[in-house]
């Protein structure tokens, strides 16, 4: 039997071998990436487009920066949709393509 305090060093091991593994992998091919005027919003609350991200998003999307764009990023595939349908730059934050964008921006 796996004591607390085990399974604790291990989980903590295993974040710092994976957030290590993320510094290695993703510092160098940061550098490599152009970067582009991305404002990203990600989303911190899931399922949920409020607070001062949404005004400050909106605000940004009715006003656009000198070549630059703001888009947002979520986890929920219904608030994709309704943004979407809204007319708003979102995509899936795990997705190929919101990774790219967090590259980018």
Known sequence: MITRLAKKTITFLKLLLSSFLGWVLLAPLSLVIPKTNLVLFV????????????????????????NGKAIYLT???????????????????????????MLRA
């Open 43 to 66: 989303e911190q609350t899931p399922h949920r487009f409020y607070d001062n991200v949404k005004y400050l998003n909106l605000h940004l999307c009715r006003h656009p920066l000198a």
């Open 75 to 101: 986890r929920s595939e219904t608030l994709r949709d309704e943004l979407t349908k809204c007319g708003l730059p979102v995509f899936m934050e795990d997705s190929l393509r919101g990774k790219w964008m």
